[in-house]
């Protein structure tokens, strides 16, 4: 397996953050935001220049961390297909947003392409036929453009639990879709992330996000449940060992959501790292 980190987890400013990357002798990163926005809002002249920024300090890019369908649920109940029905304004922004999440992949020679799953409804079942249908059609998009969308089960949106992706699993089948496994999230909702969630999505794991937390802290608000890595209730050591029992060779890209009190997102980042280095030694797996 390989490191990887979300830029903006250090700093907006993408050149600190490939500094601290080369300190912490990471050289794939994974594109989310840089400065004021998201990756896919950039114009060709700043995505140029942070093409040129990543090669000259001979950066990979692993993946287009895209904001799509990271929105409220569509109201329009009709889903195009194929693009052959009229859509809705706010159908053709976030259809928009996955055509760029394309371009980007190519210009920056990435395979994977991020989805999420609507915000979360007070009772996700009650709209898992409509999820369903949107993001079979997204990779259907995909799948043309040759590339591969992996969809994170993020505790603010409908696909959450390991139990819920592994339902959108059964039922989304392709090849060229999987998840994001990001224990991180599950533990937000005060579930069991590992083993009890791991074991719905075994085997469709394309690439993980790690960042801890605390569960079973509903008092805490959102930003004070996340901590250091290896310091919350993750079993981060059993998780990366059936991880490498499942044959995964990916990338752990550090998304870590834990603000250090005194040097902010980089200390974060920083220590996080150590953290996680520590527990891939305790777990006896080598990463490059």
């Known amino acids: 397996m390989h490191l990887s980190v979300v830029t903006d987890e250090i700093s907006d400013d993408l050149e600190h953050a490939l500094q601290v990357c080369r300190d912490l002798k990471i050289t794939i990163v994974e594109l989310r935001k840089v400065g004021e926005k998201n990756i896919v809002f950039h114009d060709m002249d700043s995505l140029l220049q942070i093409k040129s920024l990543l090669q000259k300090g001979g950066f990979r890019v692993c993946s287009i961390a895209s904001p799509f369908l990271k929105s409220p649920l569509w109201s329009d109940e009709t889903t195009a297909t194929n693009n052959t029905l009229p859509v809705s304004e706010e159908q053709a922004q976030e259809w928009d947003i996955l055509q760029r999440s394309f371009e980007l992949a190519r210009l920056f020679d990435a395979p994977f392409v991020r989805t999420f799953s609507f915000l979360r409804v007070p009772d996700p079942t009650t709209v898992r036929t409509k999820v369903r249908d949107v993001i079979a059609e997204a990779v259907s998009r995909t799948e043309r453009a040759g590339l591969k969308l992996i969809i ?23 090849p060229n879709f999987g998840v994001i496994w990001d224990p991180g999230n599950e ?30 802290l509903k008092e805490a608000a959102h930003r004070d449940r996340f901590v250091k890595i290896g310091t919350g209730s993750i079993d981060y050591v059993g998780q990366f060992r059936a991880l490498v029992e499942d044959g995964y060779a990916g990338l752990l890209s550090l998304e870590t959501h834990y603000v250090h009190p005194e040097g902010g997102r980089e200390l974060a980042t920083r220590e996080s790292c150590a953290g996680l280095r520590e527990i891939l030694q305790k777990a006896d797996i080598k990463v490059e």
């Open 187 to 216: 533990a937000m909702l005060d579930s069991s992330p590992y083993p009890e969630g791991y074991q719905h999505v075994r085997g469709r794991v394309m690439h993980v996000h790690v960042k801890d937390a605390n569960r079973n």
């Open 152 to 174: 994170e089960n993020e505790h603010a949106c409908n696909i959450a639990t390991g139990e819920e992706t592994g339902w959108l699993l059964r039922s989304i089948t392709s």
